[in-house]
């Protein structure tokens, strides 16, 4: 709970007029339809007895209140909709635009663009019923008890009695449906939707080779999975919400006849009037639609946290990338520590997931070591890589670069400093040269030439009518995936980093094809500090040291011999 009150928070910080503007002019039509059935009720029985006994009843005055009422009913539920939807949109815009800053600089970085899209828009739309569902309802409920509260003590102690235990169960109510929320379901529905909009996207961008190959029935068939699975699961939490309305219209129709019950019995020993206790009973007719409001979003509640909580993560990786960033230097020769890369007490978690996948990680590297993450598949490999490289932030602990925290670093004179080999290095729809520059943009013909030598390339490419100005299809059509890793490798060749990061760069590779672009790189990379994904003995036997990584904590070893 304290993270929705955290966006809570900062939903009133951003524009506090609107905030409660929107909740006065919300309690505008449920005070209206509260006295609008009192009144109409109260002014409806004293006209029939009046007419019947013939006294005299001023009808003007109840008259007016009545359409004042349903004037006021109306134009507040417009203006409800209007301004507490505008209080919303006001805020979440904002927030959609801090978001979309950060995504967009994930995707350039390699995020699936598919999932960015997801959290974007399906995060966004969830977050709009904090206010509207939860803060506005809630309030709206308060406010109407304590009214009803204070009105039922001056007017019967038994009537007023009555309803504290009712609006006591409904409150009870609500704390049930807060706490028995169903956080499972939640994630299942999280992951099915996130599962339907990746497949969807891998779909549509695939559909040419899936239906080439025959795998266009059996994608669509992944894609309405996972449809079914949300609808699934969306259909526990649909089954849940409907059985505590109907628990809570239930109270309301109990409610409504012990009221009666008191109102005929105070009438009958001439304590209320039979105007008044019409009247009361009608009031009470309208309390489950008002009461029973904040159950929807309490229900959803889990869903909501699931996305404050990405929501809010985001935006303090934005705060510690932007917060302290500085102009760092290629070399800091003043500060004393000696490690090219510390890692100290990292832990990181994937949004939705249930365990962390890494946890108090404390490892470093020396100028000119060669350090190898080896460890089962899923265990968090990668994700060292991609933290190494700020592709992804540490929840807690430190990445330090050359003896400052990676987060201080700017763009420019990190990217001068790491370079990650990928297992898939991305060729684009350009010439050879085009490439190839995107590691050096200021590199001459002559050290295009003299980096595709040393990746073994320079003959392949020579034999091109157009040399280096041949143009290469999308993902390196063309050539073969052999060659797309040594073309990446004649990349880092036109830099001279101080770390290199290799995700399980060799994979996919025959032997000698793997043994001979790793050969060629370690001999190129001189006294850089290398990072190596590895899980081939070929890669961990070139290794200086290995960690280890197995189940939380880590655990760090030197590689024998």
Request: charged share 20%; net charge positive; proline share 2%.
């Amino acid at each position: 709970m304290s993270l929705v009150w955290q966006f809570v928070v900062s939903q009133y910080k951003h524009d506090r007029l609107h905030f409660w503007l929107g909740i006065l002019v919300a309690l505008l039509p449920a005070a209206a339809g509260v006295l609008l059935l009192g009144v109409s009720g109260w002014f409806i029985t004293a006209a029939a007895i009046a007419g019947l006994s013939g006294v005299f009843l001023n009808i003007f005055v109840p008259s007016a209140i009545i359409r004042a009422l349903a004037i006021a009913r109306t134009a507040g539920r417009y203006g409800e909709r209007v301004l507490t939807h505008d209080a919303t949109f006001r805020f979440l815009t904002d927030l959609r635009n801090r978001l979309f800053a950060v995504y967009a600089d994930r995707g350039a970085k390699g995020g699936r663009s598919a999932l960015l899209l997801n959290r974007l828009t399906v995060d966004i739309t969830t977050l709009d019923s904090v206010y509207l569902r939860l803060v506005v309802p809630l309030v709206l409920a308060i406010l109407v008890a304590v009214a009803l509260l204070a009105i039922w003590m001056s007017i019967s102690v038994p009537l007023s009695l009555m309803g504290f235990f009712f609006l006591a169960v409904w409150a009870a109510l609500f704390w049930f449906a807060y706490a028995g929320a169903d956080r499972k379901t939640a994630r299942r529905v999280d992951a099915a939707s996130d599962a339907m909009r990746l497949r969807a996207a891998d779909l549509a961008a695939g559909r040419r080779d899936l239906a080439i190959y025959g795998g266009l029935e059996g994608a669509a068939d992944r894609v309405l999975a996972a449809d079914r699975k949300l609808a699934q699961a969306e259909d526990i939490e649909e089954r849940r919400a409907d059985r505590l309305n109907g628990i809570s219209l239930f109270v309301g129709q109990s409610f409504l006849a012990m009221t009666l019950f008191i109102c005929v019995w105070s009438t009958s020993t001439g304590v209320l009037s039979v105007p008044l206790a019409t009247g009361l009973v009608l009031v009470v007719m309208a309390l489950p639609e008002i009461l029973g409001q904040p159950l929807l979003g309490l229900v959803r509640l889990p869903r909501t946290v699931l996305a404050i909580r990405r929501s809010l993560a985001t935006e303090a990786d934005r705060s510690r990338e932007q917060g302290g960033a500085t102009s760092v230097g290629e070399h800091d020769a003043s500060d004393p520590d000696k490690a090219v890369l510390r890692f100290v007490g990292v832990s990181f978690h994937y949004p939705g997931a249930k365990r962390k996948v890494l946890e108090n990680l404390s490892m470093q590297i020396e100028p000119g070591e060669v350090v190898a993450i080896a460890g089962r598949s899923g265990c968090g490999k990668s994700t060292v890589a991609a933290l190494a490289s700020r592709l992804r932030v540490s929840d807690e602990g430190q990445v330090i670069l050359k003896g400052r925290e990676l987060a201080l670093w700017d763009e420019q004179h990190l990217r001068r400093s790491v370079t990650v080999l990928s297992q898939r290095p991305y060729i684009f729809n350009d010439t050879v040269a085009a490439n190839l520059r995107i590691a050096n943009a200021e590199a001459g013909d002559s050290e295009l030439w003299s980096a595709l030598e040393k990746a073994a390339l320079a003959d392949r490419i020579s034999k091109k009518r157009n040399g280096l100005q041949t143009v290469l299809g999308e993902g390196g059509l063309g050539l073969s995936g052999g060659e797309c890793r040594r073309l990446a490798l004649a990349r880092a060749f036109l830099t001279r980093q101080d770390l290199f990061i290799l995700d399980e760069m060799t994979e996919g590779l025959d032997a000698q094809t793997a043994s001979d672009v790793l050969a060629r790189f370690l001999e190129f990379r001189g006294g850089a500090a290398v990072l190596m994904i590895a899980h081939k003995k070929l890669e961990l036997d070139a290794a200086d040291r290995v960690v280890q990584l197995q189940e939380m904590p880590a655990r760090q070893y030197a590689h024998p011999g």
